[in-house]
Nanobody, 129 residues
């Protein structure tokens, strides 16, 4: 059974950094596309960053976070990370980890919610002074 558990959220001042972690189990991480989404009350869940399967998987970022956020994976530790730098209040949201198994040779990724099958429960990030 697939499990995703996010951690690392919290309160941070504008300009600060946070590193989110998604602990995974129940599947082979290297065979899956992974992604981070975020959501604020009353808004649609927004794709933030994604990475295709394998170490050479495609990487994509939302324009609002490009250059500030970095997605990575550690297959040996079954973990996915989102390094967030230069945070601003607009980054305040609940952040979710998501994954889907990809077909052989498919290393693409997309920032659409409908592309992902499994989700974590989320971790709250608040950027405020």
């Amino acid at each position: 059974q697939v499990h995703l558990v996010e951690s690392g959220g919290g309160l941070v001042q504008p300009g600060g950094s946070l590193r989110l972690m998604c602990a995974t189990s129940g599947f082979t991480l290297n065979y899956n596309a992974i992604a981070w989404f975020r959501q604020t009350p009353g808004k649609e869940r927004e794709g933030v960053a994604c990475m295709g399967s394998s170490d050479s998987g495609s990487i994509s970022y939302a324009s609002s976070v490009k250059g500030r956020f970095t997605i990575s994976r550690d297959n040996a530790r079954n973990s996915v990370f989102l390094q967030m730098n230069s945070l601003n209040p607009a980054d305040t949201a609940v952040y979710y980890c998501a994954t889907v198994k990809q077909g052989f040779g498919d290393t693409s990724c997309y920032l659409q919610r409908s592309d992902y099958r499994h989700w974590g429960q989320g971790t709250q990030v608040i950027v405020s002074s």
